[in-house]
């Protein structure tokens, strides 16, 4: 998180590829300061359904974006999603096309970061660290309901188990290294599975200690079904963008 509201903040220019990111270590730790130190002014996004540019063949121009005061959330967090994943131990145990198969993730992990974050912050729908809360008209709703649900969708499913910090780091691990939606070689197919396996054995034991012996396990399920909220609508998203 605060990664997010720090003063790294890549821009997006044309031509730019996922590998032009997975060079170099990760520049997680590499202790940016606070973008800004007074508090936001709180704002609204007004949502743009995707199919309604993709059919009027409506460009959106950035060239005149002020990087230095506001984040061009939904490109800049993907870039944050990929330095998190880069900072994994078991990224550098895996060859270079497996590497580039588990950055594919940033997607997924870039939506349920985004939600945990508004979770904590008692939004209903995506809300992000410089104040801005993404808006629609209830014609908007009724027009494209899809790309409504997928700013409140997973921020439902967290309030559901009210997820906290430990679950929530847990399931970011047991989201991107998921082997089963990757095509990897056979050495790194099991890393990804006794990865899995750890994360997944230590969410169960937190959960258990923390929810008690009688409902921990019906809590447990509802909360590994969160990656399959996301990852569905992550392939919404890419279908529809």
Known sequence: QQFRISTYSPKYVAGLTIEDFLVGPSKLGMGFPPMQSEPYEPGSIQLFPPEVYIREKIRIDFSNFD???????????????????????????????????????????????ASYYSFTHNSDRTYYPDGFTMTWSKEIQEQS???????????????????????YALLKLILVC??????????????????????TKALLS????????????????????????????TTWQKVSC
């Open 145 to 167: 309901p899809d790309s409504t649900r997928f700013y409140t969708e997973i921020i439902k499913a967290i309030r559901e188990v009210k997820l906290d910090k430990r679950e």
């Open 67 to 113: 990087y230095g005061k506001k984040k061009l959330w939904m490109f800049q967090d993907i870039i944050y999603s990929l330095e998190f994943i880069k900072a994994l131990p078991i990224y550098y145990l895996l060859d270079n096309c497996s590497q580039r198969v588990l950055a594919a993730s940033a997607l997924a992990c870039t939506n349920f970061t």
């Open 178 to 199: 998921n082997p089963r939606t990757r095509t990897v070689d056979q050495v790194s197919q099991m890393l990804l599975i006794h990865s899995l396996f750890r994360c």
């Open 206 to 233: 937190y959960v258990l200690a923390r929810r008690g012996v009688k409902k921990g396990p019906e809590i447990f399920g509802k909360i590994l079904s969160i990656v399959e909220v996301v990852n569905k609508l």
